[in-house]
């Protein structure tokens, strides 16, 4: 038995946050309403009536496509009734594309621990809607509607992946696209974001692919990583055992942490495609595609580029600053005004501004801090006007009271005492109340300078700038 190699698929479905559904006017975001409230005739399947694309739905699927590099974005495309049978679908089918989705092709780009690149590719991505849901409550069945009609994008790689950390990682990245894109809150916990996994062994180094199970229902990052592991090792033991695997659908149970066989997979027969006969096809010229594509933002992994090669900046601070699309707008706000060193920026950015970002759980364009204040902050730091802990302080005022942070120095007298006369003053009246220790430091014990400035800090309510204050004692104690 030679070395197996493990050969996996993602087939990705994204919620996308348009403020109504796909084909009908109700809301798209139900998310914590009770159920059945947020639905109508056109969702719930009702006979006669007639759905309407969402304009939106489909600028947000091409958004995604550009951003995927896709090799084609398909001028004409078309919607398919996919039927099955199952409670929560009221028409009997779903509103999907298939011979002729909205785009093909593309790639998804993975950073790699050791610096290069990875591309999974991208076979097609396109539109349809999404389902309700079934509740379970004992033995009853519930169902709720809210969810059906809500605009999906079903995205499926090829099978380029070979390991749980690289499904893991795809995902994580499709993630951070989808979120600096602005079209999914890619939310896995919320089902913004859900996946299927499909997965075969061969022999590693083969080129040919063995039959595959499909992973269905994990809900979040670390479920996929440990549902595919554990069909790994359960595909590998049959392997060995020179039984064949079979084309399966298995569930993931979050509960027990194991995989349950659902069905045979299905075959695409069983869903009886045919092109929906109530919508006209997708039709997107040049100007209208050219439109939407002119507003893909710099991507991530470009920007990460440009922040090592622009500032300097380690691959470390590039990668934190770029998780986010606001937080690297802010940083490189914070810069443009900071005009000295972008790393002491990124200093404060990773060490500060990310701290008060988590704990206020807001993100960095809904800080009442301004960039420019950042910049402000740091400048004061580092020409010595405020101590180091003052402008951590001064981080705080500013976001609580949403005040420059000149102002908030000018009005509660922040500045660094840097007085020669009043540190002299400070320092003389420390060594007079404190005839021991000065007695100790003349008589060889130096190391008492650190308690002696400590005197004038405390004094001052940490004002003092240290290093002065230090050659002041050093001269009066060597009198
Ligand atoms: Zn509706
Ligand atoms: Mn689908």
Known sequence: MGDLEAVIGLETHIQLNTRSKIFCACKADSWGEPPNTN????????????????????????????????????????????????PDLPKGYQISQ??????????????????????????KLHLEEDAGKTVHQGRRRLIDFNRCGVPLIEMVTAPDLRSPDEAAQYLIRLRQLLRWLGIS????????????????????????????TEIKNVNSIDAVRLAI????????????????????????????????????????????????????PIRLDDEWRDQILRTLPELPLRRRARFTEQYGLPVYDAEILTEER???????????????????VSNWMINDVLRMIR??????????????DLAEIVRMVESKQVTTNTGKELLMKAEESGR????????????????????????????????????????????LIGWFVGQVMRKTGGRADPQRTRAIFEDLLSR
């Open 229 to 280: 592991q554990t069909e790994i090792e359960r595909q590998t033991r049959e392997t060995q055992a020179g039984r064949p695997i079979e084309a399966w659908t298995l569930e993931w149970d979050e509960d027990q942490g194991a995989l349950r066989k659902m069905r045979s997979k299905e075959t695409e027969a069983d869903y009886r495609y045919f092109r929906e006969p109530d919508l006209l």
């Open 39 to 86: 639905i109508c005739p056109v969702c719930t399947g009702l006979p006669g009536v007639l759905p309407a694309l969402n304009r939106a739905a489909v600028e947000k699927a091409v958004l995604l496509a550009g951003a995927m590099d896709a090799e084609a974005i398909q001028p004409l495309s078309y919607f398919a009734r996919k039927n099955y049978f199952y």
């Open 359 to 372: 704990e206020r759980g807001v993100n960095a364009a809904q800080l009442r801090l301004a960039p420019t």
């Open 326 to 344: 606001s937080l690297a707008d802010y940083f490189e706000a914070a810069v443009a005004t900071y005009r000295g060193e972008a790393k002491t």
């Open 185 to 212: 809150e890619g939310e896995m916990e919320k089902g913004h974001l859900r996946c299927d996994a499909n997965v075969s062994l061969r022999p590693r180094g083969a080129a040919y692919l063995n039959p595959k």
């Open 98 to 123: 298939y011979d002729e989705p909205l785009a093909r092709g593309g790639h998804l780009e993975l950073p790699m621990p050791d610096g290069t690149t990875r591309r999974v590719q991208i076979t």
């Open 404 to 447: 420059r942070p000149a102002e908030i120095v000018g009005a509660e007298g922040l500045a660094v005492v840097a007085d020669e006369r009043a540190l002299g003053e400070l320092a003389a009246e420390v060594i007079r109340d404190s005839p021991a220790q000065a007695a100790a430091y003349k008589g060889g014990k130096t190391t």
